[in-house]
């Protein structure tokens, strides 16, 4: 049951993940304390503010960021429940200690360190990610039975290697870390694969749609790569996340994946409803190709990333969350149709064949 005595503070609500969040609590009733990073920017709050004001709920906006100490405090005030969610989610950076690493867990340790400091605060929920599970596909054949579970950590990933998987791992480790120095909140830890389906707002930074984009606007009319990965609807992840939150007995990690699948198949999801109009892939684009063109398209994509992550089966097992969260999942077509009419009508895939 949700609780709307009292508010709820959710970090990133701009983003992608949290903004479908904020949208079920603003419908059951919830005041949000939304603390963000430019309050100046109403583009950045136009669509959340907007939703308020056609629910049941209040949304109240703090200023703060991730890597400044204290920043939390306000926004915390009054608070049971805490989401955080914000985390650069970008593949292709500059500066993976600065861009990635840094706001990833200097940001864990500001939000989980004032909510041992805040007396009203009595459950954190983290969104960490299945990469914090695994680093590249080829570590899946490693786990037992070839299945990850929320037993397993990543341990591959490093700042020069995947440093977004890094990222992750290192901060939901520094989360149990904080979370085990008390005992007046606990922690629930949301582990989500491949996010994909239409955002709240459609003009997130979130590498969710660039991948998307991408499988529209003819970059792989050529092929995609049988690129293993798993992928979930953002609806179905907030409501992962407000169980997480409510569901009393929840505890751990919940891997929340709805299906196994890879970047082909989730592309070629697309093609009954608009293979005509638009350059979705259909092939697969081969290893070796990949290997020798990867690394020149400027994604950040190396050749040790294509050597073990293409070709390789991604499983994960998602009953843990099924049994104890209740959760459930909406078929992928439905998720990728949704995403892409919505991404087509804001302008974001453009070329058409
Ligand atoms: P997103 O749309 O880019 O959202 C990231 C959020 O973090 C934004 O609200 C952003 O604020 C905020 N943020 C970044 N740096 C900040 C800073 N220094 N101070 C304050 N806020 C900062 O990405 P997303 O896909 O929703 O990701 C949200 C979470 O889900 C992340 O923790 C990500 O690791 C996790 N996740 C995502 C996926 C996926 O496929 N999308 C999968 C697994 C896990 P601005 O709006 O100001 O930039």
Redesign the pocket.
Same mark, same amino acid.
């Given at each position: 049951m949700i609780d709307t005595a009292h508010p709820v503070m959710i970090?990133? /609500?701009?983003?992608? *993940?949290?903004?479908w969040i904020v949208k079920l609590l603003l419908e059951a009733g919830v005041t949000v304390h939304a603390? +963000?990073? !430019?309050m100046a920017?109403a583009s950045?709050t136009k669509h959340l503010a907007e939703l308020a004001a056609k629910t049941l709920g209040t949304i109240k906006f703090f200023e /703060?960021?991730?890597?400044?100490a204290g920043?939390y405090a306000q926004a915390m005030a009054g608070c049971q429940t805490v989401f955080?969610?914000?985390?650069?989610? *970008?593949t292709n950076v500059a500066n993976p200690q600065k861009d990635l690493v840094?706001?990833?867990v200097i940001?864990t340790r500001n939000v989980l360190e004032e909510a041992s400091r805040v007396e009203s605060v009595k459950r954190v929920v983290?969104?960490?990610?299945?990469?914090a599970i695994y680093g590249d596909a080829a570590d899946v054949q490693e786990a037992p039975g070839g299945i990850l579970t929320e037993e397993i950590w990543n341990t591959t990933s490093s700042l020069q290697h995947n440093p977004?998987s890094y990222?992750?791992t290192v901060?939901e480790r520094e989360a149990w870390a904080i979370a085990k120095r008390q005992s007046r909140w606990d922690l629930v830890v +949301? !582990?989500?694969?491949?996010?994909?389906g239409p955002?709240i !707002?459609p003009h997130?930074?979130?590498?969710?749609?660039r +991948?998307v984009r991408q499988i529209g606007d003819g970059t792989l009319k050529m092929g995609a790569p049988r690129m293993g990965m798993g992928a979930?609807d953002?609806r179905d992840?907030a409501t992962a996340h407000l169980a997480a939150a409510f569901t009393p007995s929840a505890s751990g990690r919940y891997i929340i994946n709805g299906v196994n699948s890879d970047l082909l198949e989730i592309a070629k999801t697309l093609l009954p409803k608009y293979g005509k109009a638009y350059p979705i892939p259909r092939r697969t684009m081969p290893k070796w190709l990949m290997w020798l063109a990867g690394p020149l398209a400027g994604d950040g994509i190396t050749r040790k990333f294509v050597a073990r992550n293409v070709g390789y089966a991604w499983k994960a097992d998602n009953g843990r969350g099924r049994r104890e969260l209740g959760q459930t999942y909406r078929p992928l077509q439905e998720t990728m149709n949704d995403m892409f009419e919505q991404m087509i009508a804001s302008g974001l895939v453009t070329s058409k064949k």
């Open positions: 970090t990133g /609500a701009t983003g992608f *993940v949290a903004g603390p +963000i990073r !430019n920017d950045k /703060a960021d991730l890597l400044k920043s955080h969610t914000a985390s650069p989610f *970008v840094d706001p990833a940001g983290l969104t960490s990610s299945c990469a977004y990222s992750k901060a +949301i !582990n989500p694969s491949l996010v994909f955002a !707002n997130t930074t979130s590498e969710s749609l +991948i979930v953002v992840l």
